[in-house]
């Protein structure tokens, strides 16, 4: 990966996470854009470590990243709970990360591989893969 274009799939999911949340709750954070910048990145660079994954290994794979992510940058930014708090709902570490939020990050995680190969197509001129779900 270019570091010209880690930093157009940093902006790309950044973008995209911020508008998302944006929707869903009304309110985002710059952290945010950050954490799901980088992991857009991270989640794009799977494709290179491990070639071949099928769609479902690539989402489960992206959600551990993420919910790694959303520890790190809790713990760095979310000291307060005002960015997110999660120590309402069962099974949360610390109030930063939960079960139920790892559920929903597979479906990002998903996002995030599509978006990935989508800017390598347009930008780098990549074939797009030939998905297997399993």
Request: hydrophobic share 50%; aromatic share 14%; charged share 10%.
């Amino acid at each position: 990966m270019t570091l010209r274009y880690f930093c157009l799939i940093v902006l790309a999911g950044g973008t995209v996470y911020v508008c998302i949340e944006l929707l869903w709750r009304g309110r985002s954070h710059w952290s945010m854009f950050l954490d799901s910048g980088l992991c857009a990145a991270l989640i794009g660079m799977l494709n290179e470590w491990v070639p071949g994954l099928p769609l479902s290994a690539q989402a489960l794979l992206g959600a551990c990243v993420i919910t790694g992510s959303e520890l790190v940058f809790g713990s760095l930014f979310n000291r307060s709970y005002a960015v997110w708090d999660y120590r309402g709902l069962p099974h949360n570490v610390r109030g930063q990360i939960c079960p139920q939020y790892f559920c929903a990050w597979l479906f990002i995680a998903l996002l995030a591989v599509l978006l990935d190969d989508g800017l390598r197509l347009l930008a780098l001129g990549e074939p797009l893969p030939q998905y297997r779900l399993f």
